[in-house]
């Protein structure tokens, strides 16, 4: 392979095709090979087997997985591709175990779901949806392990806020504590812009899954009380979350930025009242966005330029 050493390909698979091989691995491609073609086929074997055990573990059939791999101008029987299978079944229940502490880290960084899969090299909606609830559900459990979860408090009605929430709430059985107006976005594919992300249907929830929070009402759930302060100009159902000295923004209110209001229901005039109702309180919190890092209240009070 152009004279790379061990450490360089076994690198190189790593990170060009998510292929991770042991220095000893990769010197038993080239015992094998008795040329430099015979390498490259042996390369591009273990780097589709590789493939076809990911999207195993996604949860596509045989079936599916050939087809697939035709997209790739790879040609495999289905006897070949179950044989596969059955060879590297450690493997794929290590791919599944990354899958699912990635999809933690993206639960406990607040990352776009979707950036989860895209990262997996395999499309968004490769992802069939009963695998994708397992994941997701194994992947929340080892998030939460010991925790108690009380209750799922949504600051406003787009998407990329609630795109797990159907799942969460049925496997915790609690409650969507959220602005009146965030549930009307949420059965509505346009004006929550789950359309924009690839998504059609609205989540399987009735009425009783839901409770309504009025601005300036504290809630108590166990040993938390939980303030809500209506915060609209992002949406017209934006409501920011205190919890001792903690605040939870959403869209709301960034570091040194602030939540776009072009989207439907969004209002610049409502949201530079709601930025001058936050410039006025005179206690400092940590501040968690619902996207990017957490800062302060007084830090954004001084920096922010749209808080001036």
């Not at 045989?62 to 299978?85: A, P, Q, V």
């Not at 530079?272 to 966005?289: E, G, H, Q």
């Not at 996207?291 to 209240?297: F, I, K, V, Y």
């Not at 954004?300 to 808080?307: L, R």
């Given at each position: ?38 390498m ?17 573990a996604?949860?596509?059939n ?24 059955k ?22 960084n ?5 950036e ?138 960034f ?35 619902g ?7 007084f ?10």
């Open positions: 392979m152009g004279g790379m050493s061990y450490a360089d390909i076994a690198s190189k698979l790593e990170t060009e095709y998510g292929v991770k091989m042991s220095r000893q691995a990769v010197n038993g491609l080239y015992k094998r090979a008795t040329s430099d073609k015979e490259e086929k042996n390369w591009n074997t273990v780097v589709k087997t590789n493939d076809i055990c990911f999207y195993h996604l949860g596509y045989t079936k599916d997985i050939k087809d697939l791999m035709l997209e790739d101008d790879f040609d495999i029987s289905l006897g070949k591709i179950n044989e596969i299978l060879d590297n079944e450690d493997h794929i229940n290590e791919i599944e175990q990354s899958l699912v502490d990635e999809i933690e880290r993206g639960i406990s607040k990352d776009n779901l979707d989860i899969i895209k990262r997996t090299k395999f499309k968004d909606a490769g992802v069939k949806s009963k695998k994708w609830e397992i994941l997701l559900s194994r992947a929340s459990k080892q998030y939460v392990k010991d925790k108690i979860v009380l209750g799922v408090f949504l600051t406003h009605g787009h998407y990329d806020h609630f795109k797990t929430l159907e799942e969460v709430i049925k496997e915790y059985n609690v409650k969507c504590y959220l602005h009146k107006n965030a549930k009307e976005k949420v059965f509505n594919l346009e004006t929550s812009y789950a359309n924009m992300f690839g998504s059609f249907k609205t989540p399987n929830l009735n009425e009783e899954n839901f409770e309504f929070l009025q601005d300036g009402k504290t809630i108590a759930l166990e040993n938390f009380k939980i303030k809500t302060i209506f915060t609209p100009g992002h949406t017209n159902c934006s409501v920011t979350f205190i919890i001792d000295d903690i605040m939870f923004s959403g869209d709301t209110l570091n040194y930025s602030v939540g776009r209001t072009d989207l439907a229901t969004g209002n610049s005039i409502t949201q530079m009242n709601t930025l001058n109702m936050l410039k006025k309180m005179k206690k400092d919190y940590k501040v968690y966005p996207h990017e890092q957490e800062t302060t209240l830090f954004e009070q001084k920096n922010n330029p749209y808080m001036k």
